[in-house]
C-alpha cells in the first residue's frame, strides 16, 4: 500500500507558502496539509503565555485529524516559543523554523546585519543566542513589524499595498545606529520572503534578503528519507482554523502552491 500520510506546514497565516514553495521543489510528490491558523493571527502581537499554550494544544488536533508524517512549523514566532512543547506533545518529526543568522553572518561582508521578524519573534533570548553561536563579530540590529506581516497577507490576496509601508519597515533597521552598515538582512518571518522583491524595489542601496526555507526542506527531505510518496501527486489542502470566506485573490494564490482545496478546521 501506498503511504498517503501527508506533510503538515503550519502558520500563524499564508507566509508559511514560502517554506511551502521550497519543499515543493525538492518533494514534489509530497501531499501537503498546510494550516493557516486564522483563528490567532497575527502572532506577533501575542504574549509568549499565549503562544506556548495554543500552538501545542492545536497541532495535537491537527496531528490527529490528519495523521502527518511529519509537522514542520513554518513560523518564526511559533517555533521560537513553542518549538520544545510541540515536540514533548506530539511523537512524530516536528521541524522548526528559526532565524536565519548563521547563513547571513556568512554572507555578509560589512559584518552587519539586520533580523528583520515580527515583535515577538527579535525579542526572544533564542535570537540572541543565535547572534552569540554565529554573528559574535557582527554588529546585529533588529526590527519587529507587524505592519509587514499585514502587507504580506494582503498582498496574496492580491490586494495593492504601498511601497511606502515597505519602506517604513526597512528604515526601522536602516535607521538604527549602525544600520547603514548593513548588507545583509534576515527575513524572520516566513510571511516576509513572500514580499522580498517589494522590500528590494524600495531599498536605498542594494541589500541581500536571507531566509531559512532552503535549509528547512532539506531538514524534511532527511527526516523523510526511504519513505514511500504516492505514486502521482495530490492536490494539497489548505486548513483554517476559523471560518473564512477565502476570497478570490487568495484562491489563486493557493492554487499557485498546488492548495486546490480548503476546509475549516
Not at 213 to 240: K, Y
Request: charge should be negative; glycine fraction near 8%; charged fraction near 20%.
Amino acid at each position: 500500500m501506498e503511504d498517503a500520510r501527508p506533510l503538515l506546514l503550519f502558520d500563524s497565516g499564508i507566509g508559511g507558502l514560502s517554506v511551502l514553495r521550497a519543499v515543493r521543489a525538492l518533494l514534489p510528490d509530497a501531499p501537503i496539509v498546510y494550516v493557516a491558523d486564522n483563528g490567532g493571527f497575527p502572532y506577533g502581537t501575542k504574549s509568549e503565555a499565549e503562544i506556548a499554550a495554543r500552538v501545542p494544544a492545536l497541532l495535537g488536533r491537527l496531528a490527529e485529524r490528519y495523521k502527518p508524517r511529519l509537522i514542520c512549523i513554518a513560523c518564526n514566532t511559533a517555533s521560537t516559543i513553542a518549538l520544545a512543547g510541540v515536540r514533548a506533545a506530539l511523537d512524530l518529526p516536528v521541524v522548526g523554523t528559526v532565524p536565519a543568522i548563521k547563513p547571513a553572518a556568512a554572507l555578509s561582508r560589512t559584518r552587519a546585519i539586520g533580523v528583520l521578524g515580527t515583535d515577538a519573534t527579535v525579542r526572544q533570548p533564542y535570537v540572541d543566542d543565535l547572534s552569540a553561536r554565529f554573528a559574535s563579530d557582527c554588529l546585529v540590529l533588529r526590527h519587529g513589524s507587524a505592519r509587514l506581516v499585514e502587507l504580506a497577507e494582503a498582498s496574496l490576496r492580491g490586494q495593492p499595498t504601498p511601497d511606502a509601508d515597505y519602506r517604513t519597515a526597512l528604515d526601522g533597521l536602516l535607521e538604527q545606529d549602525g544600520g547603514d552598515r548593513i548588507d545583509t538582512i534576515v527575513l524572520a518571518c516566513t510571511h516576509f520572503p513572500l514580499v522580498a522583491d517589494r522590500l528590494a524595489a524600495v531599498a536605498p542601496r542594494p541589500l541581500t534578503f536571507v531566509d531559512g526555507a532552503e535549509g528547512i526542506a532539506r531538514r524534511i527531505v532527511v527526516l523523510t528519507e526511504g519513505q514511500d510518496w504516492p505514486a502521482a501527486a495530490s492536490a494539497g489542502v489548505a486548513v483554517f482554523t476559523a471560518p473564512l470566506d477565502v476570497p478570490a485573490g487568495l484562491r489563486t494564490t493557493l492554487a499557485r502552491f498546488a492548495l486546490d482545496r480548503t476546509e475549516t478546521l
